[in-house]
């Protein structure tokens, strides 16, 4: 099975339905990475911060010497992480990156937050994570947003990344970059489901020829695991009464509603799960339509719930006032 893709401003084109990494441990990602290519997938979004870089590059490796894929049908995704905005550290963290993966170039490189902070040595501790210190000191890097940007582009310039784009940016940071950017974001990822659906932001992005890819299609689900309050009270977007109807109607599971009305809307998706039938089930999302009704339905169900914000990962925190 194969997902069908969409292309970027940058030229290349980019698988609609992807695997995401996040929350994948370290003991089962190289498996997982494996068994989501052989499943189909092509397009892989990792992150420095995910902490599985090294796992993620060891089963592309094993893909790759098996003869399920070749380098050039992988689209791989990765971020750059917040203390490693400092344009003197983008390339050399860049690097590494691609190295854990076993790669040469990044299909598309993204800035993880629009948040400087300070360097940490990977000697130190890698990931590195939010606090300075591992624990709960805030340290500011001066560095902005546009020096950032431009260090993004020279990955580019060096064909260390063929797209880049950015992740949990608003509309005003949006329009910022647009405003100095040589090479424009090629996409924008963010928090999107019938919960947050974000129709203004993703309105701007389509309107800017920029792609956006939704992260969390499940809502809280992917937020329960990691304890969070407001993910815990919410009700599960697969056990809601309109999305099981639709999945009735439709004859598919609650998962390939959620992921195709985010599809059918042009946006991408970064599903996850370490189940291999539900690898292929997920993948399975393009082959029917939700109709009018259906959106309707959906678009009443917005609360504007965002599940991935630093205050709800560091309550203790109120520096924390982003995003
Ligand atoms: P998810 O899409 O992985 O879903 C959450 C949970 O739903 C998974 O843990 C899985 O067990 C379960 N699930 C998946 N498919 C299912 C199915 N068909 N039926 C029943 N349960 C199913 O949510 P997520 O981890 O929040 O996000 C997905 C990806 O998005 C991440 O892996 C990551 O790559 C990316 N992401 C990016 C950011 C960012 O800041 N840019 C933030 C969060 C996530």
Redesign the pocket.
Known sequence: MASPTVKLNSGYDMPLC???????SNDTCADTVYNAIKAGYRLL???C??GNEKECGEGVARAIKDGLVKREELFI?S?LWQTFHDVDRVEPITRRQLADWQVDYFDLF?I??PVALEYVDPSVRYPPGWHYDGDKEIRWSKTTNQETWGAMEGLVEKGLARSIGV??YQAQTLYDTLKYAKIRPATL???LHPYLQQVELVKLAKHEGIVV?A????GP?????LDMDNAKTAAPL?EHDAIKAMAAKHNK????IL?RWATQQGLA???????PA?ML??LDCFNFDLDEEDNKRIAKMELNLK??KPTNYFPADNLWIFG
């Not at 599971?253 to 390939?256: H, N």
Request: no cysteine; hydrophobic share 40%.
């Open positions: 992807g695997f995401g990494l996040w929350k994948v979004d990792g992150a911060d995910y995704v971020k993204l993880h937050f992740s949990n990822q963010i928090e890819t992260y969390s299609s499940f689900t992917g937020f329960i695991e697969m599971t609650p998962a390939q992921l998706v970064i599903p996850k799960t370490g189940r539900v089930q997920n599940f991935n």
